[in-house]
């Protein structure tokens, strides 16, 4: 059983989108922050649905969550995405997480 609750706790246009994904069984969550810059590059110079991005990394780093003994964030901008502009996998994710 699946015990991830995702909701988004920052969502003005001119603020870093943020979502948090937290385990509703031991309390811990990640909250992870979608750079505005990255945001913007995706949908001006590669016209990439930074939604769609936005939504399989979400469904990425689902699985991160119930292996987490603390609280943590995770910042997703260009320099962690790349050029590629492809969703991290967990692994990679789990090693560019901070301890809140």
Not at 2 to 21: F, G, H, Q
Not at 71 to 89: A, C
Request: hydrophobic share 35%; glycine share 4%.
């Amino acid at each position: 059983m699946n015990n991830t609750v995702i909701e988004k706790t920052e969502a003005r246009v001119e603020k870093d989108t943020e979502w948090r994904l937290s385990n509703q069984k031991n309390g811990h969550f990640l909250d992870v922050i979608f750079c505005k810059e990255l945001e913007n590059t995706m949908k001006n110079k590669r016209n990439f649905s930074f939604n769609r991005f936005e939504s399989e990394q979400l469904n990425n780093l689902h699985s991160l969550v119930d292996k987490l003994d603390g609280n943590f964030k995770l910042v997703l901008d260009e320099n962690v995405i790349g050029l590629d502009y492809l969703p991290l996998s967990p692994d990679e994710a789990a090693d560019l997480i901070e301890a809140l």
